[in-house]
């Protein structure tokens, strides 16, 4: 039996192939009611980290932090289970899209999230990695607008125009990312949202439109010890993004549109990252967590594999459900 390890020592065994004591496991989650400050999201990453001892602290901020500096705006609901309210948007024509120049990261939202991360190294110190969400620049450019579809319709009738934003917002985060790195973050973790689905975009539009620019942002923090592709929805492009330079990649894998973890396994050089779905974690009994957390097992052989959610688990997964995830994964050990 593998000696017992650290959250760091598990993490890089996992993504070399090596043998572990057990899966890493990571799970994270949206505090609503507490993301609107800088102290309220660092208080709630780390008092989620330290209840629960996830091996990597995803941090979860608010989505639309990205994108507010730039003009978008939001309603807080002040509500544990209410997302936010988007009420406005700078792209609201195809000529819009010329407003959109690269931001100063150490100002506005963007630099409140840079004091935020420091506060959440400060907090955990080095022994907690933890990965800072960036979302790739086509899905900020997504961001921008009212509606997917007027993004979609821009790239096919005014590429220039979105292709001169995308160079801007990847200027700006590829200095974000690195940003991040100095604030304390072990790595990125880099969200496509839905926009590396095949129900949204063709391989070739994503080829022109995302890939470039996500492996810009990922070359700026090369160094970095831990980042991870997030790559989200069903019916995803996760073989046409499998060789992006991360240390892991996550998905739906228990999504039938998507490759499950022995697919992924295939087409990733790293770990392969997930396994547990919604529906489990809001399940009344943990007899569906324990299944999927057994069925990973099986797939994966417990090497490479990074026991997560799909994407951000909902802010009602029961804890019992939680706690079903330790049992099954130390109970293989």
């Not at 500096?69 to 988007?86: A, C, E, I, M, N």
């Not at 499998?242 to 490759?259: F, H, K, L, Q, R």
Request: glycine content about 6%; overall charge negative; charged content about 20%.
């Amino acid at each position: 039996m593998t000696e017992q390890m650290t959250r760091w020592q598990r993490l890089r065994a996992a993504v070399r192939g090596e043998p572990v004591d057990r899966p890493p496991v990571a799970f994270w989650r949206h505090f609503y009611e507490r993301e609107d400050t800088v102290e309220g999201l660092a208080e709630a990453m780390v008092a989620w980290t330290r209840t629960w001892g996830w091996d990597l602290l995803k941090v979860n901020p608010r989505a639309s932090y990205h994108v507010e500096d730039w003009g978008v705006r939001v309603r807080f609901s002040g509500q544990p289970h209410l997302k936010p309210t988007v009420v406005d948007y700078p792209v609201k024509t195809p000529a819009d899209w010329a407003r959109i120049e690269p931001l100063p990261i150490d100002q506005g939202v963007l630099g409140d999230h840079l004091r935020a991360l420091r506060l959440i190294r400060q907090a955990l110190g080095d022994e907690v990695p933890f990965i800072m969400t960036i979302f790739t620049p086509l899905s900020l450019a997504g961001d921008l607008v009212g509606a997917d579809a007027q993004l979609r319709r821009d790239l096919q009738e005014h590429p220039r125009a979105v292709h001169r934003a995308l160079e801007a917002i990847t200027d700006t985060f590829v200095r974000y990312a690195r940003a991040c790195l100095a604030a304390g973050a072990s790595g990125i973790f880099l969200a496509t949202t839905s926009w590396a689905s095949r129900n949204v975009l063709t391989d070739a539009q994503y080829q022109e439109f995302g890939r470039p620019y996500d492996l810009q942002v990922l070359a700026a923090v090369a160094e970095a010890p831990f980042n991870v592709l997030h790559v989200c929805g069903e019916n995803n492009m996760l073989d046409l993004l499998a060789d992006y330079p991360v240390a892991a990649v996550n998905w739906a894998a228990t999504d039938p549109s998507n490759p499950c973890l022995a697919d992924g396994l295939k087409l990733v050089p790293g770990a392969v990252m997930g396994g547990v779905s919604h529906a489990a974690l809001l399940a009344e009994t943990p007899a569906q967590v324990e299944a999927e957390i057994y069925e990973g097992f099986r797939q994966t052989d417990g090497r490479r594999w990074i026991v997560a959610g799909s994407c951000s688990i909902p802010t009602q997964s029961r804890p019992e459900n939680l706690q079903a995830v330790w049992r099954a994964v130390t109970s293989t050990e």
